[in-house]
């Protein structure tokens, strides 16, 4: 069924609303549009309150409805709580240290409150777009607002008392971006895919975060560029014929794990994605060839997405298609092995660096540390990315491992469906699970079970953050291969 056009009249303003089929949607859209809660809302149409779904069916088309209510004021809290019982479910929250930071589905909008949940965790975008909402002269398009409730919606669920509805963050999101207000044939919004929101969450605030906003305002690049960007450095180099190999330089802000039937660790993932044979115009052959690209990061960002490439195109099925295999994942993830040689050589020597210090510290610094160390990562094929470490090249600024803090999970055969949930880092082995508005505890065991092979909840999205210094005390490290 088609939706139907009404106006409703609100204090002295009328508003053009499209009525569907869901009663609370349509308060939803009341909400983003005069801020009176839902809760608060009355409709009437013909003098008669709109109270259930089928009360909609009711309504003609052009129709004029009434809505009564008063729109939300922030006020400061006006009361000392002492006895439990008085205590807001907020302070009892607090007290018990439960987190209760949970957001309400919007119409399968699970894939968008995972990703959420995972990025809330990143501290400097945060504070980035709090700036930028506290900016009076930033701009006011619908982008910039998408921004500003986003932040918004951050801060809320960092102070939150119960699961919070992110309704004029969702309605927002959705105009601005109509791929992801696509209903199917029941009406109903449709799944949508968790790395196409991350990315289009990224474009939004890179475009907006310009350097100013960010930790480092004597930077060129945008907030988003400064947290997720890193350099690749491209080899190209022609299989069909005697060709100079090709070097060029790309911008990225994410890995890929490619899977396929020898694929059992992301490692071994990221590495099959780095290295692809490619069709290009060859110039010299004067018609297509065959290329072996290679590709090694230049540098490494702050924090680093990596995407299992689980969904694919089946076309006899006609439909978007999901590999089930159990690939595995770290805690502690190595990224020395992605690198190009000269980082890879910084990152040796700040390795060697390092443990001279932790020897010190542990009085093994009399044994002698060789001048040169060599290192070769895994069996097969990569082994022979071996690189030979020399104490005359100057440490890296960080150590070339990150940490897993958070994870975007599908569950389904099927890419258009399912569901998806996020898992985020909190304290020691101690995570948090995001289930749309519910939340609950887990431990690490739990997080690292996440890796596939069935129906269950399948690692889809990985989030780490770069470790510029080892942690002192590592009771559990755990190996990427």
């Known amino acids: 069924p088609m939706a139907k056009k009404v106006s409703v009249k609100w204090s002295k303003k009328v508003f053009e609303v499209e009525l569907g089929e869901s009663l609370d949607e349509f308060k939803a859209q009341m909400f983003s549009l005069t801020m009176v809660p839902v809760e608060r809302q009355k409709l009437l149409y013909r003098s008669r309150q709109l109270k259930k779904d089928d009360d909609l069916k009711k309504v003609k088309a052009g129709g004029k409805l009434m809505m009564m209510g008063?729109?939300?004021?922030?006020?400061?809290?006006?009361?000392?709580?002492?006895?439990?019982?008085?205590?807001?479910?907020?302070?009892?929250?607090?007290?018990?240290?439960?987190?209760?930071?949970?957001?309400?589905?919007?119409?399968?909008?699970?894939?968008?409150?995972?990703?959420?949940?995972?990025?809330?965790?990143?501290?400097?975008?945060?504070?980035?777009?709090?700036?930028?909402?506290?900016?009076?002269?930033?701009?006011?398009?619908?982008?910039?607002?998408?921004?500003?409730?986003?932040?918004?919606?951050?801060?809320?669920?960092?102070?939150?008392?119960?699961?919070?509805?992110p309704m004029a963050f969702v309605n927002t999101f959705r105009t601005a971006f109509p791929q992801f207000a696509q209903r199917g044939k029941s009406g109903m919004?449709?799944?949508?895919?968790?790395?196409?929101?991350?990315?289009?969450?990224?474009?939004?605030?890179?475009?907006?975060?310009?350097?100013?906003?960010?930790?480092?305002?004597?930077?060129?690049?945008?907030?988003?560029?400064?947290?997720?960007?890193?350099?690749?450095?491209?080899?190209?180099?022609?299989?069909?014929?005697?060709?100079?190999?090709?070097?060029?330089?790309?911008?990225?802000?994410?890995?890929?794990?490619?899977?396929?039937?020898?694929?059992?660790?992301?490692?071994?993932?990221?590495?099959?994605?780095?290295?692809?044979?490619?069709?290009?115009?060859?110039?010299?052959?004067g018609r297509n060839a065959q290329y072996k690209q290679s590709s090694r990061l230049k540098t490494l960002p702050k924090y680093m997405v990596v995407q299992f490439v689980r969904f694919f195109w089946k076309k006899e099925l006609g439909k978007k298609c999901k590999m089930l295999r159990k690939v595995k994942f770290p805690v502690k993830l190595d990224v020395e092995s992605f690198c190009e040689p000269t980082l890879r050589k910084a990152i040796g020597s700040r390795r060697m660096k390092d443990k001279a210090e932790r020897d010190k510290e542990l009085g093994l610094d009399s044994l002698k540390v060789d001048k040169k160390a060599k290192t070769s990562h895994g069996k097969g094929e990569d082994a022979g990315m071996e690189v030979e470490f020399d104490n005359g090249v100057a440490p890296a600024d960080t150590t070339g491992y990150y940490q897993l803090f958070g994870v975007v999970t599908h569950k389904g055969r099927d890419a258009d469906a399912g569901h998806y949930i996020g898992w985020v880092h909190q304290k020691g082995e101690e995570w948090s699970k995001y289930d749309d508005e519910k939340v609950s505890p887990c431990k690490e065991d739990e997080i690292l079970a996440l890796c596939g092979g069935g129906d269950w909840h399948t690692a889809y999205m990985c989030y780490y953050k770069r470790l510029d210094e080892l942690p002192k005390e590592e009771k559990k490290t755990t190996k990427a291969k």
């Open 70 to 165: 008063t729109a939300e004021e922030l006020k400061g809290p006006t009361k000392t709580y002492v006895f439990e019982e008085d205590l807001t479910s907020a302070q009892k929250a607090e007290i018990l240290n439960e987190d209760v930071a949970g957001l309400n589905n919007l119409g399968n909008t699970c894939y968008m409150n995972s990703t959420v949940q995972c990025l809330r965790n990143i501290e400097p975008l945060k504070q980035a777009i709090n700036r930028f909402s506290a900016d009076p002269s930033a701009p006011k398009d619908m982008h910039s607002r998408m921004l500003t409730l986003m932040g918004d919606m951050f801060n809320k669920l960092d102070k939150a008392s119960e699961p919070f509805t």
């Open 189 to 285: 919004f449709m799944q949508q895919d968790a790395d196409e929101c991350l990315q289009t969450f990224l474009q939004v605030a890179g475009s907006r975060l310009s350097p100013k906003y960010s930790l480092d305002p004597k930077s060129t690049e945008n907030t988003i560029k400064q947290l997720f960007g890193f350099k690749i450095e491209r080899t190209l180099t022609c299989m069909e014929g005697e060709e100079e190999a090709k070097k060029k330089e790309d911008n990225a802000h994410k890995l890929a794990c490619f899977i396929d039937e020898k694929i059992n660790f992301l490692v071994q993932g990221v590495e099959k994605s780095l290295d692809e044979v490619v069709e290009l115009k060859s110039a010299k052959l």
